[in-house]
Each structure stands twice: as structure tokens, then as C-alpha cells.
């Protein structure tokens, strides 16, 4: 008699372990999906420009590190580069502003607000002035060699 319920004891305890593996199971299963979504980079494509890829350029081209560009510094020169790879990346890839904006750990408005001063030829893009005619030489030059770089 003692065997039958130690038996019996020993079934319900395997029973329970089953159970446990199976929700462990589920739990990991869960935990991978989220993961994956969390950690998605999607595979690079030929012939797209990246936002890295304008941020290298912009970088080597300025002279800035890439962190100085996404810094909060605001030293003019650094900001006229920061609008450079701004403007650079509403025209050269599909993304929006506010998706630019999170690149830049800046909020969306920062992002329109350089795009807004670049369409009216204002403040540093004013292209009266020798600094604006310059900023525009270096967008067009860092345009010219993205472009060509990703036709390739």
C-alpha cells in the first residue's frame, strides 16, 4: 500500500514538473519573441543610405566625431555640421523627422526646425552671406559622394 501512494506521490510530483517545464517552455518562447523584436536590425540592403552611413560622412567630412555631431554641444561650427547631417537625412533617406529625431536623441521639432531654415535660406544656409555659400558647397559635396557611393 505504502508503494501505490509513494508511486502515486512520485507521478503527481512528475505531473507537476511537466507542467512547470511546459510553462518554462512557454516563457522562454515569449521572451525570444520579444527579444527579437527588440534587438531587429534589419539586413543592410545595396544601393541604401543609412543615417550611419550620412553620420560617417558628415563626420570625416566637418571633421567631428560622430558623438560631438549628436552631442548637445552648441558651438556653431558643430551646429551648422549637425544641420548638415539633419538636412542630409530627411533628403537622402525615407526616414521622418521624428525617427531622425530619436537618431539624434533630439525631439522631432529640433529636427523640422533645421529643415525649416535650410528651405528658407536662413541663418547659417543663408547663401548671401560667405558661411552659407560654404555650408551649401559642403552639403552638395557630401550629397554628391553619398549618392554616388550607393550606386555602386
Same mark, same amino acid.
Given at each position: 500500500m505504502d508503494q501505490i501512494k509513494n508511486l502515486t506521490e512520485n507521478q503527481i510530483k512528475i505531473l507537476e514538473i511537466e507542467a512547470l517545464q511546459n510553462?518554462?517552455?512557454?516563457?522562454?518562447d515569449k521572451i525570444n519573441i520579444i527579444r527579437s523584436t527588440i534587438d531587429f536590425k534589419p539586413q543592410k540592403v545595396e544601393n541604401r543610405l543609412y543615417i550611419s552611413n550620412i553620420l560617417e560622412q558628415v563626420s570625416h567630412y566637418t571633421d567631428y566625431?560622430?558623438?560631438?555631431i549628436l552631442?548637445? @554641444?552648441r558651438i556653431k561650427?558643430?551646429?551648422k555640421a549637425r544641420s548638415l547631417f539633419i538636412n542630409l537625412c530627411l533628403d537622402? @533617406?525615407?526616414h521622418s523627422s521624428n525617427?531622425?529625431?530619436i537618431h539624434l536623441k533630439k525631439d522631432h521639432t529640433t529636427i523640422l526646425y533645421h529643415k525649416n531654415i535650410k528651405a528658407n535660406k536662413d541663418k547659417y544656409w543663408n547663401n548671401k552671406r560667405a558661411?552659407?555659400?560654404e555650408l551649401w558647397r559642403d552639403y552638395n559635396n557630401i550629397k554628391t559622394k553619398l549618392?554616388?557611393?550607393t550606386t555602386r
Open positions: 510553462e518554462i517552455k512557454n516563457l522562454q566625431k560622430p558623438e560631438e552631442s548637445k @554641444t561650427e558643430l551646429v537622402l @533617406t525615407h525617427s531622425i529625431g558661411e552659407g555659400v549618392v554616388l557611393e
